[in-house]
C-alpha cells in the first residue's frame, strides 16, 4: 500500500511541474508576440517600426518610398495605392492601417520595386 502511495504522490508531482512548465512556455510564447500586436495599437510606426514589422530593412522601406515618389513625380500619377506615410520635418511616419491596406494590395498585384 505504501509503494502504492508512494507511486501516485510522484505521478502528482510530475504532472504538477508539467502543468506548470507548460504554463511558463504559452506565457513566454505570448510575449515574443506582443511586438506584432503592439503595432495594431499604434495609429502611425516609425521607419524603423515599419520596417521591424514588414520583416525588411529600413533602407527597403526608403527604396519603396522613392520608387513610388519618383514614379509619381516623373509620370505625374500613379496606379494602385501609394505607401502610407507621411513627413513631418525630416521624420517619416507610417500609417499603420494604410500600411495594412498597401500591404494587401501590393502583395495581391504582386508589385515589384
Known amino acids: ?4 502511495n508512494l507511486s501516485l504522490l510522484l ?3 510530475i504532472l504538477g511541474v508539467s502543468i506548470i512548465i507548460g504554463c511558463l512556455i504559452i506565457q513566454n510564447h505570448q510575449g515574443q508576440n506582443k511586438y506584432s500586436s ?3 495599437l499604434k495609429s502611425l510606426m ?3 517600426e515599419t520596417a521591424e514589422y514588414l520583416n525588411l530593412s529600413e533602407f527597403q522601406v526608403r527604396t519603396i ?4 515618389e519618383n514614379a509619381l513625380n516623373n509620370n ?3 496606379t494602385g495605392k501609394l505607401f502610407p506615410m507621411i513627413r513631418i520635418g525630416k521624420d517619416i511616419y ?5 500600411l495594412n491596406d498597401w500591404l494587401n494590395q501590393a502583395t ?3 508589385t515589384q520595386y
Open 38 to 40: 503592439d503595432h495594431s
Open 1 to 4: 500500500m505504501k509503494q502504492m
Open 108 to 110: 495581391t498585384q504582386r
Open 76 to 78: 505625374g500619377s500613379f
Open 94 to 98: 507610417i500609417s499603420t492601417n494604410g
Open 65 to 68: 518610398i522613392s520608387s513610388e
Open 11 to 13: 505521478s502528482s508531482a
Open 46 to 48: 516609425t521607419l524603423k
